[in-house]
């Protein structure tokens, strides 16, 4: 056999929407078990709607809904996150003060912590011992955007067991949008929106051995969620921008976690929300989330949302890939299944996600 033959089948970049899966009200944050199986998907109910604050589970298999869960603790439940084990899900409460704990057997609340502000993020130690909780604000003293404050909880005995306060001096609250933990557990790093302003964003780094602020970055705009690569070498922030819908915001930040230098990249879409590592660590997929606001409008009328689309970036070359993805109205988390075969995005206003194939055979 010739030397230059092989028998491996090159995969290039597939893109191509496979299936659109309906959820609930305001689809947020999403997580997937480790086989692939099943996904469950926050619907945050921005309207309101009474009964809508649930949690959708999917069957991936069958890429459609198999249970809708809902629980009188929910309270624009935000994410999701599996426990090392996935025996237990835990779900942020964002208009409240708690996290609600899920049996991943039998798909029940099981249990409810509370003591948070505004929960908008959660992640756990590699031991499974430990979590950090980011607390975007939402009581009257803090209200939403104006949390400044990190819980350390305790997942043996489900207890907070310390808060970090993020910006001791600032002039402005930290308001810690995202948060993510490097893969060995030593650093977790917090995505902070603080006003909103361009440059006015910041990331905060917390060692994990002192449950203390080592380092604060300046430089991002209303960043919506970080991602740290497998070898923590990394970290990718989305600058979604204001709040307020102007200025928006069209890079993702990617951030050296060794030297803290940051190089932008343009994202080739308006409000860049998600962001997710294809396995092999090649490329990243990041959603726009396209929706602006009409001046004048009353509430919830005045949101327009464009297409929403999904692009490619090519890791070691921080450059895009020539390929946009259509998907539903206002995409804004996105995951990679952990085989790789598929990118899924929550279509925020499309009250759907979006299910992306990410290889194909040539």
Do not use: C, W
């Amino acid at each position: 056999m010739s030397k230059n033959k092989t028998n491996a089948i090159e995969r290039i970049l597939s893109g191509e929407v496979i299936a659109t899966a309906n959820v609930g009200v305001s689809p947020a944050a999403m997580a997937v078990t480790s086989d692939s199986a099943s996904l469950y998907v926050t619907n945050s109910n921005n309207y309101g709607i009474g009964g809508s604050d649930t949690l959708t589970l999917i069957d991936l298999n069958s890429m459609m809904s198999a249970k809708t869960i809902a629980h009188e603790s929910f309270n624009q439940p935000y994410t999701v996150t599996l426990s090392k084990d996935e025996k237990k899900a835990y779900v942020t409460n964002s208009n409240s003060t708690t996290i609600s704990i899920i049996d991943t057997k039998s798909n029940e609340v099981i249990d409810v912590m509370d003591g948070f502000n505004g929960p908008s993020g959660m992640v756990i130690s590699p031991n499974g011992k430990k979590a950090y909780v980011n607390n975007y604000g939402a009581i009257s003293t803090r209200p939403s955007g104006e949390g400044n404050t990190v819980s350390v909880v305790d997942l043996e005995n489900e207890t907070i067991i310390e808060r970090i306060r993020l910006n001791e001096y600032g002039e402005f609250p930290a308001a810690p949008s995202a948060i993510a933990i490097t893969p060995k557990g030593d650093f977790v790093y917090t995505a902070n929106y603080v006003t909103g302003d361009p440059n006015s964003g910041t990331v905060s780094k917390i060692s994990t051995k002192t449950n203390k602020v080592v380092d604060r970055i300046t430089g991002f705009f209303g960043p919506f969620s970080i991602t740290i690569d497998a070898e923590g070498k990394h970290a990718y922030l989305t600058n979604f921008g204001s709040n307020n819908f102007a200025p928006y915001g069209t890079t993702v930040g990617v951030l050296n976690l060794k030297n803290h230098k940051i190089t932008k990249i343009n994202t080739g879409g308006i409000q860049p929300a998600g962001f997710a590592i294809t396995t092999d660590g090649k490329y990243g997929f990041v959603s726009n989330y396209n929706t602006l606001y009409r001046s004048g409008a009353p509430d919830f009328t005045g949101l327009t949302a464009g297409q929403g689309t999904v692009n490619i970036i090519d890791l070691k070359a921080n450059a895009l890939v020539a390929m946009t993805i259509n998907v539903g109205q206002s995409p804004g988390s996105i995951l990679v299944t952990p085989d790789g075969e598929h990118a899924i995005v929550s279509n925020y206003v499309g009250n759907t996600v979006s299910i992306i194939r990410v290889y194909q055979d040539n």
